[in-house]
């Protein structure tokens, strides 16, 4: 019977209707034996932040689980959500814990999560809030290294429902470790339905060989050019192979985009943050690893081949496969905040027929998406 919004009326027959919070805490703090509040309902008309709170909608970008939190005021009223969830948040009075409920569940209801500025800051809290040295530790070191500036932390994104519309698509982006079949699912996807989805055509320094064409395999420019495109920011990834260089433009994206085609990306992960921008609202696919017993299995049934800097090929070997899986969890841990699926390629038909399906969706279902990108 007790609400959000609620009030507090009288604290053991002590009226503090109004009172500051922290007069509040005095008035508990020296009580002793049992305490028996007084709570009434809020005042029509006064619903001036928690009208404003109702509608605010944020991704999870984290795992949370108040059983394991030493310093929630009360596991019991704590929510536990995983990355990814979409979170309605009531209330945001408090500026340590917010109160949500999961979107979508309506029998669920409202719990304590730790607001963004406890999330980000466990040092520029009050010295009397203890934070373990683990995650301190860890938040130090995300900073330290450039993972994350000041405000990169993963906590919350404010999020709003976006609807498609017909004849304008969002790309798909499939990211992942390298060897994990990206370009294969690409290759498959495309063939399902050739005029409908189109992969972008690089940009390359390197000279054409006889048998290419020019904007068929390669966009073939000069050196100069292209250096003269990665200062300009034309370009959304870069880099060089073997004296060369190599990107992707972001007006071949977008002239896709307004063919009225599905762009198909498969860039370096770290390229995420230059493609998840308002202006191409990207659908962004992580392709994960099976289990290491699975990769072995799978790739040596597909005589599948490591590509060498020097061109040459040669079969997979177990610390290729170890490799893999160790940077497909670390890809995880750094950019899985980001992702908007992950498909698992234990068995490549079945994934392929996964990824048709979501891109499917993509195209018809509302989804998620960064508030700005509807502003």
Not at 111 to 135: F, N, T, W, Y
Not at 140 to 158: L, N, R
Not at 218 to 228: K, P, V
Not at 351 to 367: F, G, M, N
Request: charged content about 25%.
């Amino acid at each position: 019977m007790i609400h959000v919004g609620d009030k507090v009326q009288e604290i053991n027959g002590i009226l503090v209707r109004n009172k500051d919070p922290k007069e509040m805490v005095m008035i508990l703090s020296r009580l002793s034996g049992p305490v028996t509040l007084k709570l009434g309902p809020t005042e029509a008309g006064d619903t001036g932040m928690q009208e404003r709170s109702s509608n605010t909608r944020v991704k999870a970008l984290f795992d949370y689980n108040p059983r394991e939190d030493p310093l929630i005021p009360c596991q019991d009223a704590g929510l536990q959500f995983k990355k990814g969830d979409i979170l309605h948040i009531v209330s945001q009075d408090d500026p340590l814990w917010w109160q949500a409920k999961k979107e979508g569940d309506a029998t669920s209801s409202a719990g304590l999560i730790p607001a963004r500025l406890l999330q980000e800051s466990p040092c520029r809290i009050s010295p009397r809030i203890k934070r373990s040295k683990k995650v301190r530790k860890m938040m130090y070191q995300a900073v330290q290294s450039g993972e994350f500036d000041h405000g990169e932390i993963a906590t919350y994104e404010e999020v709003e429902l976006f609807h498609p519309r017909s004849g304008i698509y969002r790309p798909l982006v499939l990211v992942g470790p390298p060897h994990v079949g990206r370009n294969e699912l690409k290759r498959r996807l495309i063939a399902s339905n050739p005029g409908h989805f189109a992969e972008v055509v690089p940009y390359t320094s390197r000279p054409k060989r006889p048998f290419e064409e020019y904007g068929r395999e390669y966009n073939f420019i000069t050196r100069e050019e292209m250096e003269s495109g990665i200062l300009a920011q034309r370009f959304v990834e870069h880099g060089e192979y073997r004296g060369n260089l190599y990107g992707i433009r972001l007006d071949s994206i977008t002239s896709i985009i307004r063919a009225g085609k599905v762009c198909i990306l498969t860039p370096n992960v770290q390229a995420i943050k230059a493609v998840r921008t308002a202006e191409l609202r990207p659908f962004i696919i992580y392709i994960r690893p099976p289990s290491l017993e699975r990769l072995k299995d799978s790739r040596k049934n597909q005589k599948a081949m490591v590509t060498l800097e020097d061109g040459d090929t040669r079969s997979f070997d177990d610390e290729d496969y170890e490799s893999m899986t160790i940077l497909s969890q670390k890809l995880e841990d750094t950019y899985g905040h980001l992702f908007d699926k992950v498909i698992t390629n234990n068995h490549l038909p079945i994934a392929t027929t996964e990824l048709v399906k979501i891109a499917q969706s993509v195209e018809t279902d509302p989804h998620w998406v960064p508030i700005s990108w509807l502003q």
